[in-house]
């Protein structure tokens, strides 16, 4: 009575698989749409078949042997008083030499007896072909499964236009049945990305979207997406001719439940603290307890993949799992239930405590590019595993412990913000006198230089360092020296190399190789300042052989940009140039989005230097955009050089600066490397614009900067952070070319 909403690409696949195989099963989670699918493909489909195609719902039938009797109803035979093998006789004879499709829905609670019908339908009716639909395949010879998946979604963080959003099945199958309910209802700009949250809340499984669409009535999609949290109670208004497993997602799932076994069943909600996706490993320490050993896992895991609990997925080699939120929720409930929550809450916490140690021990080494992939995947498990370990009575020195570890992986993704933030937290929820408050305190100032935020870094480490007195741990005090040096380069200060050249002594004294190289940067960098080219060189090359010599990247990488950083200003164009190149490369390698803004920055300089100044205004711009994702400021963490070619590249440009930084700016990530690396050209990804044109949240900041607001103030009025008003004020500067706040006020008064 509903208008079918999408799944051509999906209708067309089954269809053409059907014009191959005899018995083709559709298989996936409740509500994920297997029977309106199969409806659509024997609708459109049957022209094909001479005798036509009957459609046989099982949901309801509960006694197996009972099937032939349904099958033989739909086909209309008068077979019903005789015995049940008379009846499947029947009905083979009577589609022995007929050319039709045969629909069996629902088969998943009648799995033996839908086999057994399906085997001899194949065996003595050559012509006719069967489609079956469940939430596990019947594992018969022929079979081709096929599994329905969620309706498609937009991309995380990309943009799209209205109507590009409305190609998306997801977000349209929301839209046609909200507006069913309010008549008025439309997509808009305003309620687009929370329309957009509901569906990604609710994995595009199209009957959640559809009882969620239902209470359009009573909530606004903002308000729907904010009670997701509680989705199983709040998905119910399902019309009133709606099967009973239909009637809330909560039956839906119950279904499932049911069908699995006792053992299944634990390892569902043992499963369910994983957070994001989560792989067999993880799983063997997780999901052991109380009627499941080690050694069961995988059977059972299987077991969960076949009733389509779970979902598999493979990245790098390695297959994952993953489980619907309304799954997981669900499985949650039914450990709170069992009083298990706590226990594999426990043992996810202690798994991630083992990977993170381990990790943090191999980090400098070829398995580098390894850790990074699987650290990328359980980013979301650490996550949930810190902040349990933060909620639990004394499992705070578990947090401390873990959050310590692996800054350079934090850094790598951009997320130095949040890395301080859990390790605040840690530090807040354990003892003053904790042995690893000091260098946890010198981690949050680590993070804060990286973040830009000099001046918290300060407090942070002097805080670490007074603490640290008397403690004889060398280890500390060179990693305090590190951390200063780092501070100390960043405020520009005349002691920087030296403090940087103890650090790396230290660090080499006690064999900590890991520990060394970032010092050598420092070293390097500062001691070319100092007029020492030579020297710099030497000591750059030291970190990259020694980098080499480890078979890691991150820190290549890091010492490739410091080759870039002196020879771009005191010493070789070309040499920069090849650094560069291959100092993005590694990045690229590495996923890090952090150190691709300090990557493409430096590849701006070169153009600059070189003489190349429109494709240093691209750079910059593709750079800015960079920058602003991670949080940090290139006028803070590379300010000299920056600067430097900045200036230059807008005096060589003039009013032409702006459209091209502009260009670079509309890059993607992915795109900004291609370009940097040559491997294509900029394009029309981006209009150009004049170089007076500002965007419509430039022009509210240039506004509030006319009426004398600091940044401060302008952050506190538009509900923005600090940081991202300072960048938005820098990229208002640039884009016009102008040096201080007051030749912005002048410029606005005069446009107004």
Not at 498 to 505: G, N, S, V
């Amino acid at each position: 009575m509903t208008s079918y909403v999408g799944r051509r690409a999906d209708a067309a696949e089954v269809r053409s698989v059907l014009g191959s195989a005899s018995l083709v099963t559709l298989t996936g989670t409740g509500g994920v749409g297997k029977t309106r699918l199969a409806a659509d493909v024997a609708t459109t489909a049957v022209s094909g078949f001479a005798d036509g195609a009957i459609f046989v719902e099982l949901a309801e039938l509960r006694d197996a042997g009972l099937l032939p009797n349904l099958v033989a109803d739909r086909l209309g035979l008068r077979v019903q008083d005789q015995e049940g093998g008379a009846i499947t006789r029947g009905v083979l004879d009577y589609l022995r030499d007929r050319a039709m499709l045969v629909v069996l829905d629902n088969c998943e609670h009648l799995l033996e007896a839908c086999a057994e019908f399906a085997a001899a339908t194949l065996a003595h009716c050559p012509r006719v072909k069967v489609l079956a639909t469940g939430r596990q395949s019947l594992r018969i010879a022929g079979e081709q499964v096929m599994r329905v998946t969620p309706l498609r979604l937009p991309d995380e963080g990309a943009r799209y236009s209205l109507e590009k959003l409305l190609d998306f099945d997801g977000i349209r199958l929301f839209v046609d049945r909200a507006s069913a309910v309010v008549p008025s209802f439309r997509l808009t700009e305003e309620n687009s990305a929370d329309v957009i949250r509901v569906c990604r809340g609710l994995d595009g499984l199209p009957l959640a979207i559809e009882l969620a669409a239902a209470r359009i009535r009573l909530l606004s999609p903002r308000q729907l997406a904010d009670k997701l949290g509680s989705r199983l109670a709040l998905l119910t208004a399902a019309p009133r001719t709606a099967p009973d497993r239909q009637r809330t997602l909560r039956a839906t799932i119950d279904w499932s439940y049911h069908s699995c076994s006792a053992a299944e069943r634990s390892v569902w909600a043992r499963a369910a603290v994983f957070a994001g996706s989560f792989d067999l490993d993880g799983a063997e320490v997780v999901c052991v307890g109380p009627g499941v050993e080690r050694d069961r896992v995988l059977d059972l895991i299987d077991g969960l993949l076949d009733k389509s609990v779970l979902t598999r997925e493979e990245h790098g080699g390695v297959v994952r799992f993953r489980m619907l939120e309304s799954l997981r929720e669900y499985g949650l409930e039914r450990l709170d239930e069992a009083g298990g929550r706590s226990h594999a809450a426990r043992r996810h916490r202690d798994w991630i405590d083992q990977l993170t140690e381990r990790a943090d021990q191999d980090w400098v080494g070829p398995n580098q590019l390894s850790w990074v992939g699987q650290l990328r995947h359980e980013q979301a498990n650490l996550r949930v595993a810190l902040g349990w370990s933060l909620t639990e009575p004394d499992e705070a020195d578990a947090a401390l412990r873990i959050a310590c570890r692996l800054d350079e992986y934090w850094t790598l993704r951009g997320f130095n913000a949040e890395a301080r933030g859990w390790l605040d937290r840690a530090l807040a929820a354990t003892s003053p006198d904790h042995p690893q408050r000091p260098r946890a305190l010198a981690g949050t100032a680590l993070y804060a230089l990286w973040h830009s935020d000099v001046e918290l870094a300060a407090i942070r480490l002097r805080e670490a360092e007074e603490l640290a007195v008397g403690r004889d741990d060398k280890a500390l005090d060179a990693f305090l020296t590190y951390v200063r040096s780092l501070e100390s380069m960043i405020r520009i200060g005349v002691h920087t190399a030296d403090l940087a050249a103890e650090a790396a002594a230290a660090f080499r004294a006690i064999g900590i190789v890991r520990r060394e190289l970032h010092p050598l940067y420092i070293q390097g960098v500062a001691t070319a300042y100092l007029g020492d080219l030579d020297t710099a060189r030497e000591v750059l090359r030291r970190m990259v052989l020694l980098s080499d010599s480890c078979g890691e990247l991150y820190y290549r990488s890091i010492g490739l940009a410091g080759i870039v950083h002196v020879e771009v200003q005191f010493g070789d164009a070309d040499a920069a140039a090849a650094a560069a190149r291959e100092g993005l490369v590694a990045a690229r390698a590495l996923g890090s989005r952090f150190q691709l803004a300090y990557r493409l920055d430096g590849l701006a300089w070169v153009a600059s230097r070189q003489g190349e100044h429109d494709r240093a205004a691209i750079l910059f711009g593709a750079a800015a955009t960079v920058w602003e994702a991670v949080g940090a400021s290139p006028e803070v963490a590379v300010a000299l050089p920056h600067d430097r070619f900045l200036r230059a590249t807008r005096d060589a440009l003039g009013d032409r600066f702006g459209a091209h930084f502009d260009t670079g700016r509309a890059f993607t990530g992915e795109k900004a490397i291609r370009f940097a690396l040559g491997e294509e050209t900029a394009g029309t990804t981006a209009p150009a614009r004049r170089s007076d044109e500002l965007t419509k949240r430039e022009w509210e900041i240039a506004d509030l900067v006319t009426e004398g607001l600091s940044n401060r103030d302008i952050a506190d009025r538009l509900v923005i952070s600090r940081r991202t008003a300072d960048t938005h004020v820098q990229h208002i500067l640039t884009k016009l070319g102008f040096r201080n706040r007051a030749q912005i006020a002048v410029w606005v008064t005069g446009k107004r």
